[in-house]
């Protein structure tokens, strides 16, 4: 299978001790990432102990030495510009650089643990642009910032330790909004395909992105370096599953072509690990069809994650 990288899911369920041994697997059997969700509270786990996400990961890495660790994906309706940038920078001084900072707008259920109750979409859509604009203000070394709905001032310390380099920044988006965040800001770009996905094949799922109702930014470049536009054809589709099954679902020959360079798995044990092809989210009623399939959209920076890099 020509991926670059092969990552893996372990939500923060249950107390540590139980979660250690996955991280050291992961490493062990040669993961390239692990990823930790993000949530406040979740449908599948009820009465059952779910951990911070940016605290699991600082103590995974002072049990792992190779192995990124990142999230997918920190919750924007809960999150902050400033603290989410104190809180990556802490992650990534502790575990020598290897974070992956995955950040989505997050979900109305977790705004509702929060805060008390569930916001529009709409609202949702405009909090995590802030974040993802605020958040690069911060890690800029900005002392005041003002977004749509969120805002910082007053700074007075600095943006980062001395010599800790800023995280690989993964933006989740399905709709041209958020893809068109993930274009100028991110350097990896995620996504499962989004609701009402799920029945769609590759050419129909490019097409729906390329309407007036989800257009996508304008290019989507592959490592290669070569420009790539929607029009030269769809990447492959990955669905949750194993990586074997992921494999499987690789057309053959286009493994390596269509900016491909990643793919992640759910954990084989706790939460939605009974999700599989054709199964439905239990946040949302939606099948996952490309289950955190990562890849970089056009823009400034670099990094790999399935589907177009840049």
């Not at 103590?59 to 104190?86: E, H, N, Q, W």
């Not at 798995?265 to 706790?270: N, Y």
Request: hydrophobic share 30%.
């Amino acid at each position: 299978m020509s991926l670059s990288r092969l990552s893996l899911l372990l939500p923060p369920v249950g107390p540590w001790r139980d979660q250690l041994p996955g991280y050291r697997w992961a490493e062990e059997v040669g993961y390239d990432v692990v990823y930790t969700a993000d949530h406040l509270t979740h449908p599948t786990v009820p009465g059952r102990w779910m951990g911070e996400a940016f605290t699991t990961l600082t103590a995974a890495a002072t049990v792992t030495d190779r192995i990124r660790l990142g999230t997918l994906v920190a919750s924007s309706v809960f999150r902050t510009p400033v603290s989410l940038a104190r809180i990556a920078m802490t992650v990534q001084d502790v575990s020598g650089g290897r974070l992956v900072l995955g950040l989505g707008a997050g979900s109305p259920l977790c705004a509702e643990a929060d805060q008390g109750a569930r916001p529009p979409l709409s609202e949702m859509s405009k909090r995590y642009a802030d974040v993802v604009r605020g958040y690069h203000a911060a890690i800029d070394g900005a002392v005041e910032w003002e977004g749509d709905v969120l805002s910082f001032g007053g700074l007075q310390t600095t943006a980062r330790p001395d010599g800790t380099p800023t995280p690989e920044l993964l933006l989740a988006g399905h709709g041209p909004r958020s893809l068109a965040l993930a274009a100028t800001y991110a350097d990896t770009w995620n996504t499962y395909g989004g609701p009402g996905t799920a029945e769609l094949d590759g050419d129909e799922f490019w097409a729906a992105r390329r309407s007036p109702a989800g257009r996508l930014p304008r290019r989507l470049r592959p490592r290669g370096g070569e420009t790539r536009t929607p029009s030269d054809g769809p990447p492959p589709r990955l669905q949750a599953g194993t990586p074997g099954r992921q494999s499987r679902q690789l057309p053959r020959g286009r493994r390596a072509r269509r900016g491909v360079e990643g793919s992640t798995s759910w954990s084989s044990t706790g939460p939605w690990s009974d999700l599989g092809p054709g199964d439905r989210d239990p946040r949302t009623g939606a099948r996952p069809t490309a289950l955190t399939g990562t890849a970089s959209p056009t823009g400034s920076g670099s990094h790999a994650g399935p589907s177009c890099t840049r």
